[in-house]
Every structure is written in structure tokens, then in C-alpha cells.
């Protein structure tokens, strides 16, 4: 009969239990399943945002357009598009990335067709099976965000996406109510609690070296350097500030500013307006140093090329390296496609053995037939004037020193034959016109010469002793052979604009990242800032980023590991995840302990039990006037305080409400009895 | 085939867990010990997506895509240990079971209380037959569930077992626990068809000739049947909303049915027992008293729904092996 009782009482039929607090009376609710709908769209978009800079433009507003419809839909009520409508969006989106990308197996189609997965499966979806899988397409999106952009910010907005998409799962997948706050409230805990034993999973999992399987990165647009170079076209040399390679030397002894020449690809051939890569290997004559040697680590950020920029010349390197027959460094068996390092050694001073192989001597002399006549003339007109191949090469410096030519990032276009047009006509250029007009005139004399390009300076950032190479220092310089000395570096833009080699950056920026004026006139707080900046980012690509093989090795040996090979990973991450996991679930078990949430009930039912270990239980059926009553009866030396504790209790949990500073203080006049009776 | 042989191991571990624990108490604090988990195919899903991007990112080697496939990962595992705890520790109780006729559905209600300080999600009580809807118990709050099982024959119904389950917080996982307590419900035979007449009445020669004037003693309330006389009626009942009821006064019962196991001959046991039960219910909602004599058992003439049940009850246990 009690049973009977006390289930009626406590019946609480489900429709009754309130709704979340923020759903407003004046406002039409919105139902269940529209919330939910409206969460997944709203986490799909987020997905797609950070893809919106690299996927095509019409691919982003495709994922808006179906997330549109489908919530019009939902709000209005109206019927679900029909199944052919989708069939037919969807085989056209999917033949136009195709068309487009010509491929799925790349990182850019495979997102662009992944957003349309997405987008086509929110327009038909109906069910929360439906919307887990857009959700699930919305972490794939997330992961895909990660291959195109590793930026510091880029992890703590993948981390909130996260969040709120793991909530958005929580919120779908709930039969019972909850609210979407609450859903949040908790995912964030749980991801909170998640983030360690990620750490450890981080830090200890065991790395491979290289990649077992390469999407083609081809149609990933190219930064930096290009492997032609067509001076008098518009300006391919990118000016902008973004970074291109970071180094740091050992010891800290750094080559002083002019000997900083980075070296990168080698253009031999020359069609009179452009200048490209020899389409055929030559024979490589020994390098030998003889300046002083620097040892350096090279930090290249991803430009999907297999140049690896070496300080000329290089003369130490890794393993997943070569020197070409150019003394140019590239890698054995990939592109750059991620943030690599190389430690390498290079010698600034050197010279190289002679003979030029013939088949080099011929590609370095060859001029295009017919092209550029001007330009040969004064080259046979400078060449009668001068003794020697190196006197030669003085005098096309001092001419473009002391004649009127200009230093310009932004000069005219050229005609046809551009050395002509740039030598006699426009006279304004930057290192590449200067550099393949020196080139010609050089080969005109017959004097083997060659376009060397690359980058040229670099900023020291003395926070953390990086030296930072941006694209803006991008240059082009000539090498001549000059008999005896082999291949000497000439640098014909030193002879216009010596800034530019002495200082770093010269040219008169108009955008880029890091601002005009480089050396010459940035306020300090401003350098500060921007070195700040670029040290915390080095960090992050030193500490996160680059976290591999090695790294790992050096944290196991730090932890006491000797030798740490992969059982010794092994041990590490067993032992966190059970320590981890051990230690959440003795804390849910704390968390969730039988307590009653009113503190009153809670100190009462401390003091029942310390009660009932003295030897006084008390009865399931017995109130606290009772219970406390026996007490005194059985324990009269503690009547005073119990009798206390009993007219507190009684007044505080059946009495009349009372006021804050009232409760406060009986309450904890009750607690202090209560834990002055357990002590 | 595959859904089938998923069954078949569900009842092999729920035979497995009856043998483990025996008849649970009631009420009973569910142990963490006694709580089954596996993921479910969303959380299948959800690993295997994991897996993919576990070998992106090591293809990659882009130390953030594995940081996230490591977050979601020990996310999941992390909810796996959450879907255990919103079951560990819940209190199950059982309410009284109010007894069916053959043929009906049998509710037995299960009460949910929390004794914890958090609440807890998405609970579902369920049987083979049927299963609850979800609920959500707050912290130290405690909701009644309502589980059905069809009641085949007269006499003692017993829910074997049911279980208790939870896909909280992601459905990733499905925890449970299999749940064995000594619940029953009383079946009554279903009344048969109206074909044969009821008993005459039979003078009761103790009582009062005269109904008008033997209102002594007011005996309860029943439902209003047409041709009761105006002045019976609880009018004040009927104000209080209750609907129409008649004033039934036990010194009235000049006459009363006596519902004879012997007066049956000729029918088989449960067509007696169902026959018994037509007459007591017909009696019953006309409001005359009846009496009922079956073997083993008799009862003598009276009125009211505890007398009613006391006879329905005694006609769904007969011959029944009292446990």
C-alpha cells in the first residue's frame, strides 16, 4: 500500500518536466526537430568555412544555397525537394567538380566533393540518422582543414568547431529532453576532460617517417619561386610578406647580410623573353670550399616543390637530399608539401674545378637566334673595349651603375625582344631584368653564364634567433664561368640597388603581411610585435607542427627512457591511458555518489550516518524528530547539542523560507554542530 | 540473419546475467558491476571515421589532424565511461501491478529514482514485448516507467526480466543491465461470451424484505446504471465532477447471485472460470451483490470492487501452484 502511495506522489509523467529556460512564451517555439536541423546546418557551414579560401568560390556558395533550402523548407513546412530534383542537383554538382578538378583523388576535389556530400545529404535529410551523417561529414571537413592550413588560430577554432558539433551529436541523439545549452555544458566538460589523454596520445604515439600514400598536390596554387622566369611580363615574383623558409644557425654565428644568398633553381635556357630549367641533367664539376662553414637548420614551409633552399653553397646534407649538377639542393623522393627541416652545411666562399663539361659550355652560350640584336651588338662593342672575360663583366656593372638605370618593383612591360627593350627603351627593372639582361650580354660575349634564382637576405628576429627568409626577398643573380674560378656570382642588382643585397629588403612594398618599409623606417613597437608574433609562430611550427620522430626521442630521454624505441612509446601510452582512464572513472563514480543536492539534507544525512556507525541506525520509517529523540534517549550526555541540531533541522527543512543572511547563518550553525558532534 | 543471431546471444547473456545475480531485490541500486556496454553501429561508424582520419593524419604526418582524431578519440572513450555511470547507481523500484482480464496487456511500472546529485539522461526501461519512452531523471528525483507485457491465461504473470538501457551521451554506446526482479501481475480469466444466463437471484432470508427501508447502512458508491431510482443518486458526487454514482446500501441486498463451480456442468475448467468471471463482472457493474463458490474456495455474497477482486482473483489463482 506505501509502495502504492509514494508512486503516485512522485509520478512525473515526461511531457511535464520543463522545457529548456530559453525557449520564450511570446515567441512560436521552434520544434525538436527543426532545432536540430538548424544546429547540424549551422555546423556544416562552420565545417566548409575554413575551406571556403581553397576550394572554388561556387563550391562555398552550394553549401550555403542547400543549407538555405533546406531550413526554408523546414520553417515553412513545405515538402522535401523531390528525390529527382536532388538527383539531378546532385549529378550536376558532382560532374562540375569533376570538370573542374578532373580528378577526386586530390585534397582540393576530395573537400570539394565531400561539401557537396554534405550539402546533398542535408537536403534530404529527415531523420537524426540523416543528420548524423552530415555531422559526420562536418568532422571529416574539420580533419580536411588541418591539410590545407596549420596556422596557430587554425587549432583552437577546429577545437570549438569541434565542440559544438560533438554537442550538436549529443543534443540529436538525446530521446529524452535536453536542452542544447546543456548539451554544450556538457560536451565542453567531457572535451575538457578529453584533452589530456589526447596530450599523452599526441606525445607518445609513435610517428612514421614519410608518407605511405601522396594525394596529388598539383592543383594546390604555388607560392614563392616559379621554375621560369620571363622579366617584362607581369611581375610572376611574388612580393608578398609571406614567409618562406626560417633558419636558424648554430652557435648563432650568421654570414653577414651580403653573403646570404639562397640558393634555388638553376635557368639555363633562354627563348629571347623567358628563361627556364635545362631539360636535361649535365655533369656536376667538384665544388670546393674555402671560406668558413655554417652550420644551419632550414625550416621550408610547404611550396609543393622538391627545392630545398640552401645558403651557396651548400656542401653538408641529409640523406633525403641531393645536389644537383646546378649545386642546387632537392629532395630524393617528394615535394615540399608540409613544414620541413633539413640541417645542412654550406660554405659561402668557394670555387668550382674546371673544365665546364661541353654540353654545359654549349646550353650556357646559347642565344636565341635573331633575338635581342641590340643587346649582342653592345655586348661585341663592350667586349672590343676590355681585356679579360672578368673586366668584361666589371664593365656591364659599371655600366648599369653609371648610366640611368632604375631600380623598380613595378616597371613597364617589354616588347618582344626584352633585353633589347629594357637596355635601350625602359631602363627600369628589378633583379630579374637586370639579371637576364646580364645573362645575355654575358653569352653575347661568350662568356657561359646562367640565371641563378632564389632568395636573397632574410630578417634576424633576435627573440629566438631565427633568421626569417620571406617571399618578398625572392632575387635572381647571374653566374658567369670564368675560366680558372669556375662559376663566380655576379649580382648585377647589387650594382644598382646595394640596399637591397647590404640591408635585406628594399623594395618599397605596397602589401604584404609584414608591412612597408622593412629596415627602413618601422616604428619599433611595430618590429616588436611582428617579431613577437613570428616567434610564438616558430614555436608553434618547432613544438606542434614539426613535432616528429625526433622530438619524441628527446622527450622519452628527458622522461628517463634510455634508448626509446617503440615498445618504450608503447609502455608510455598504455600506462596514461590506464592511470587516465582510471582516474575518470573513480572521478564519475565521486561525481555521481548518492547525495542529496540540498546541503540541509546532505549534513543530516552525514550526521545519520556517523550516528549509525555509533550504533544508532536509524529506521527507514522514523522522521527526525524520532530519530533525534531516541538519540537523547540512548546517548543523554548528548541532549543539548541534538536537541539543537533537531529544532535547527526542523526549522530549516519545514519551516517557513528564510531570508539569505538568515538561512546562511542557521545553516551554518547547523553544519558546525553537526561536525562538532562527528569529531 | 544477423538481426536473428543477435537475439538469440541476448538471450543467452540475459540467462547468463539471471544465473550471475539471481532474483534481484526491489527496490535495487543498480552496480556498476552488473552493466553491460558495447558500442553501437553509430559508434562503429564513428570509430571507423576516426580510423580513416587516424591514417590521414599519419600519411600526412600533420601533427593537428592527429590531434583532433586524438581528441575525438579519447572523446569517445571518455563518453563510454559516462554511459556507464548514468546507469550505475540508478535505484529501480517496482510499483503494484493492477491485475488485467486474459487477453489484455499487463503494465508493470517501474519507478527510476536518482539518487545522485546530477542527472541522468535518456534512461529506457524495456521487456521483450515493449519498451518505455526515454526518460530523463534529474538529480535525486525518481520517474515511473510503464512496460506492458500481453497476459496470455489466467492466473500469475511474471515479468521474467526486463532491462534497463541508456545510449546517453552520444549513442555511441548502449549500456545495460539485465534486471530479474520477482514482479507478476494477476491475470483473470477472460470473461466469456454473454450466451449463458446468469443464476437467478436468490432471497437473501436474512435480510430486509422491504428495499426501500433497509438503508441502514450506506455500503459505497457505483456506477449509475439505467432504472436506478433518481433518489440513490449521489447528486453531490455528481457535482463534484465524479459523474454519475448511485448510493449503494448494503441493508438493501435482499437479493444476491451465487455464482455455482457446480451449476457449470459440462464445461471445461477455464470455460467455467471464464463463465464465473462474465457474471461476477456483469453483476458487478449492475451493482448486485453475487457470491461465488468454486472449489477450494467460497465466498459469500457481498458488493463492491474489493469483493469483486477478491472473486476475479480467486478465479485467476485456482488450481494455480501457489509460489
Known amino acids: 500500500m506505501s509502495a502504492t502511495q509514494s508512486v503516485a506522489k512522485a509520478t512525473t509523467p515526461v511531457a511535464s518536466i520543463k522545457r529548456p529556460a530559453s525557449t520564450k512564451q511570446d515567441r512560436p517555439q521552434l520544434s525538436r526537430a527543426t532545432l536540430h536541423l538548424i544546429w547540424v546546418t549551422g555546423c556544416f557551414l562552420l565545417a566548409v568555412l575554413p575551406h571556403l579560401s581553397s576550394v572554388r568560390w561556387w563550391i562555398g556558395l552550394l553549401a550555403a544555397c542547400t543549407a538555405a533550402w533546406r531550413l526554408i523548407v523546414e520553417i515553412k513546412q513545405l515538402p522535401l525537394p523531390h528525390r529527382l530534383v536532388r538527383a539531378a542537383i546532385a549529378s550536376i554538382a558532382f560532374a562540375a567538380v569533376l570538370a573542374t578538378y578532373r580528378t577526386l583523388n586530390g585534397l582540393e576535389a576530395g573537400t570539394a566533393f565531400l561539401v557537396l556530400m554534405g550539402g546533398m545529404k542535408l537536403l534530404e535529410s529527415r531523420t537524426a540518422r540523416d543528420l548524423t551523417v552530415v555531422l559526420f561529414v562536418s568532422y571529416f571537413l574539420l580533419f580536411a582543414g588541418f591539410l590545407y592550413n596549420l596556422g596557430l588560430l587554425s587549432l583552437p577554432y577546429m577545437l570549438i568547431a569541434a565542440w559544438l558539433l560533438t554537442g550538436t551529436l549529443m543534443l540529436i541523439h538525446q530521446a529524452s529532453p535536453m536542452s542544447i545549452a546543456e548539451a554544450l555544458r556538457k560536451t565542453g566538460k567531457m572535451l575538457l576532460q578529453s584533452l589530456p589523454i589526447a596530450v599523452l596520445m599526441f606525445l607518445f604515439f609513435p610517428r612514421l617517417p614519410g608518407q605511405f600514400w601522396a594525394l596529388p598536390a598539383q592543383e594546390q596554387a604555388m607560392t614563392g619561386l616559379s621554375d621560369t622566369m620571363s622579366p617584362g611580363d607581369v611581375s610572376d615574383l611574388s612580393v608578398s610578406g609571406k614567409l618562406a623558409f626560417r633558419v636558424k644557425f648554430d652557435d648563432n654565428i650568421l654570414p653577414p647580410p651580403r653573403e646570404r644568398y639562397w640558393r634555388g633553381p638553376v635557368l639555363h635556357e633562354f627563348d629571347g623573353r623567358t628563361w627556364r630549367r635545362p631539360r636535361y641533367g649535365f655533369v656536376e664539376r667538384p665544388l670546393i670550399a674555402t671560406g668558413p662553414k655554417y652550420r644551419y637548420r632550414i625550416v621550408i614551409e610547404p611550396h609543393n616543390r622538391n627545392w630545398v633552399f640552401s645558403l651557396d653553397a651548400v656542401t653538408g646534407w641529409p640523406n633525403d637530399a641531393r645536389r644537383t649538377a646546378d649545386y642546387q639542393l632537392v629532395t630524393t623522393n617528394r615535394a615540399i608539401s608540409r613544414l620541413s627541416s633539413f640541417v645542412l652545411e654550406s660554405n659561402t666562399s668557394f670555387r668550382t674545378e674546371g673544365p665546364l663539361p661541353k654540353a654545359m659550355e654549349k646550353a650556357d652560350l646559347l642565344l636565341p637566334p635573331g633575338r635581342n640584336p641590340k643587346s649582342i651588338e653592345l655586348a661585341k662593342s663592350l667586349l672590343a673595349g676590355v681585356g679579360s672575360n672578368a673586366d668584361f663583366v666589371q664593365a656591364v656593372l659599371n655600366k648599369f651603375r653609371n648610366e640611368k638605370y632604375y631600380y623598380t618593383l613595378e616597371p613597364p612591360r617589354l616588347e618582344a625582344d626584352s633585353v633589347d627593350d629594357f637596355l635601350f627603351n625602359t631602363r627600369r627593372g628589378f633583379c630579374e631584368h637586370y639579371a637576364s639582361a646580364f645573362v645575355v650580354l654575358a653569352r653575347a660575349a661568350g662568356i657561359p653564364a646562367r640565371i641563378v634564382t632564389g632568395y636573397q637576405g632574410g630578417e634576424y628576429n633576435p627573440l629566438n634567433d631565427y633568421l626569417i627568409v620571406s617571399q618578398s626577398d625572392a632575387h635572381a643573380w647571374a653566374e658567369v664561368w670564368l675560366g680558372e674560378q669556375g662559376w663566380v656570382r655576379v649580382d648585377p642588382t647589387a650594382a644598382i640597388a646595394p640596399e637591397r643585397i647590404e640591408r635585406g629588403r628594399y623594395t618599397g612594398l605596397s602589401d604584404g603581411e609584414f608591412g612597408a618599409g622593412g629596415f627602413l623606417g618601422e616604428n619599433p613597437a611595430a618590429l616588436m610585435v611582428r617579431q613577437t608574433w613570428d616567434a610564438i609562430n616558430t614555436f608553434w611550427n618547432d613544438n606542434v607542427i614539426g613535432f616528429g620522430q625526433s622530438q619524441q626521442r628527446s622527450l622519452l630521454e628527458r622522461l628517463g627512457f634510455d634508448d626509446p624505441g617503440l615498445t618504450e612509446l608503447g609502455t608510455a601510452l598504455l600506462i596514461s591511458f590506464v592511470v587516465f582512464f582510471a582516474a575518470i572513472s573513480a572521478w564519475l563514480a565521486w561525481q555521481f555518489r548518492p547525495r542529496a543536492r540540498d546541503p540541509i539534507v546532505r549534513v543530516y544525512d552525514a550526521l545519520c550516518r556517523q550516528l549509525g556507525k555509533a550504533g544508532i541506525v536509524r529506521q527507514p520509517q522514523e522522521g527526525p524528530n524520532d530519530y533525534l529523540l531516541r538519540v537523547v534517549a540512548q546517548r543523554p550526555e548528548l541532549t543539548v547539542q541534538i536537541n539543537e541540531i533537531r529544532a535547527l533541522y526542523v526549522g530549516l527543512r519545514y519551516g517557513p523560507a528564510l531570508l539569505g543572511s538568515q538561512l546562511s547563518a542557521q545553516l551554518s550553525r547547523f553544519k558546525f554542530l553537526v561536525n562538532q558532534l562527528r569529531t | ?323
Open chain 2, 1 to 323: 540473419m544477423f538481426n536473428s543471431l543477435i537475439a538469440r546471444l541476448r538471450r543467452r547473456t540475459r540467462a547468463w546475467a539471471r544465473r550471475r545475480h539471481g532474483i534481484d531485490s526491489d527496490p535495487l541500486v543498480l552496480s556498476g558491476r552488473r552493466i553491460y556496454i558495447v558500442p553501437t553501429r553509430l559508434g562503429v561508424a564513428f570509430a571507423s571515421m576516426l580510423f580513416a582520419m587516424f591514417l590521414g593524419a599519419m600519411n600526412y604526418a600533420n601533427n593537428l589532424a592527429l590531434a583532433l582524431t586524438f581528441t575525438l578519440g579519447s572523446l569517445g572513450l571518455i563518453a563510454m565511461h559516462y554511459c556507464q555511470r548514468n546507469l550505475a547507481g540508478v535505484k529501480l523500484a517496482s510499483a503494484v501491478c493492477e491485475p488485467v482480464f486474459a487477453g489484455q496487456l499487463a503494465k508493470f511500472r517501474i519507478a527510476v529514482e536518482n539518487l545522485a546529485p546530477l542527472p541522468r539522461f535518456d534512461i529506457v526501461i524495456a521487456n521483450d514485448h515493449s519498451a518505455a519512452a526515454a526518460v530523463r531523471v534529474d538529480a535525486n528525483a525518481r520517474v515511473v516507467t510503464e512496460i506492458t507485457l500481453p497476459a496470455a491465461r489466467r492466473g500469475r504473470l511474471a515479468l521474467e526480466s526486463f532491462e534497463i538501457t541508456t545510449r546517453h551521451p552520444f549513442g555511441l554506446f548502449r549500456a545495460w543491465a539485465y534486471l530479474h526482479m520477482d514482479l507478476h501481475c494477476i491475470v483473470y480469466p477472460r470473461p466469456s461470451e454473454r450466451a449463458m444466463p446468469p443464476p437467478p437471484l436468490e432471497t437473501d432470508t436474512g435480510g430486509a424484505q422491504d428495499s426501500v427501508k433497509g438503508d441502514e447502512d450506506f455500503a459505497g458508491l457505483r456506477m449509475f446504471n439505467p432504472g436506478d431510482p433518481p433518489s440513490r443518486i449521489a447528486w453531490k458526487a455528481y457535482a463534484r465532477g465524479q459523474g454519475l454514482l448511485v448510493k449503494v446500501y448494503a441493508g438493501t441486498a435482499v437479493s444476491s447471485h451465487q455464482f455455482d463451480w457446480d451449476a457449470l456442468e459440462g464445461l471445461g475448467v477455464e470455460a467455467r472460470l471464464s463463465q464465473l468471471c462474465r457474471w461476477i463482472e456483469d453483476a458487478f457493474a449492475a451493482g448486485r451483490a453475487f457470491g461465488l463458490r468454486i472449489p477450494g474456495t467460497d465466498i459469500p455474497p457481498n458488493i463492491g470492487p474489493s469483493h469483486r477482486q477478491r472473486c476475479l482473483t480467486a478465479l485467476a489463482m485456482f488450481d494455480e501452484a501457489t509460489p
